[in-house]
């Protein structure tokens, strides 16, 4: 049993398309997370959502928008996507509503976008 | 400033030896919580390690120990005995009890172990 799961695991795309990933977790937790890592390696927060309820959005252009129907599912919609979406996106979740620092984060396998 | 220096882009160990992988952070926050991830060249993004703030004694994890310094807010990762397998990204993050449910991360190092 994967814990989170996401797919596709590769996505290859013409620019301006539109396309979705999904994220699910089966571990109970409350709060998933979407990462963006890029060509060199750099992981950078996009959104969280704890409980369905958006509590981070970082800096990230208005065409990626994040679903999350319930707790265990968080999808990540792109639009319009551009050459510099192209990277690996992570989904991951974690335990507890209240932030409590021992709490490790579960990766998913990760999501490589290819826009060309 | 940044919350999680890794100033080691690239490490390399012969097989066998141990290695130090350098983490620094920065927060005023009296609880947090230290992580080690590994990224193969597969992509999985694999948990390591973890060390608390009021953690006494140092965290280790079969071949994996963090040499915690505190007061030199210092988490560096070990890896003894050193397997062609570790060959890596590895990234340190630190997830703060005041700070949300934000996970910093650090830049990485790629540690290549050779033969």
């Known amino acids: 049993d994967t814990a989170v799961s996401q797919t596709p695991k590769y996505l290859v795309t013409q620019m301006g398309n539109d396309k979705s990933i999904k994220c699910e977790q089966n571990l109970g937790h409350d709060t998933m997370y979407w990462y963006k890592q890029d060509s060199k390696k750099f992981l950078k927060i996009m959104f969280s959502y704890n409980n369905k309820e958006l509590i981070i959005n970082e800096t990230v252009p208005n065409r990626f928008s994040p679903k999350s129907p319930d707790k265990a599912h968080l999808n990540l919609h792109i639009n319009s996507l551009e050459l510099g979406d192209s990277a690996v996106y992570f989904c991951a979740s974690s335990q507890g509503a209240v932030a409590v620092p021992n709490e490790k984060l579960f990766f998913g396998s990760g999501t490589q976008l290819s826009v060309l | 400033a940044q919350k999680i220096t890794q100033t080691q882009p690239g490490m390399f160990v012969q097989e066998k030896e141990a290695v130090t992988l350098d983490c620094t952070y920065d927060t005023s926050d009296p609880s947090y919580g230290l992580f080690w991830y590994k990224q193969p060249s597969s992509g999985e993004m694999i948990f390591l390690i973890y060390q608390g703030s009021y953690d006494q004694q140092n965290a280790t994890e079969g071949r994996y120990s963090l040499n915690f310094q505190k007061a030199r807010k210092s988490a560096n990762l070990v890896i003894s005995a050193s397997q062609l397998g570790d060959s890596a990204m590895y990234f340190c993050?630190?997830?703060?009890?005041?700070?949300?449910?934000?996970?910093?991360f650090g830049t990485g190092t790629s540690l290549t172990v050779i033969p």
């Open positions: 993050a630190m997830r703060e009890s005041l700070g949300g449910n934000q996970f910093y």
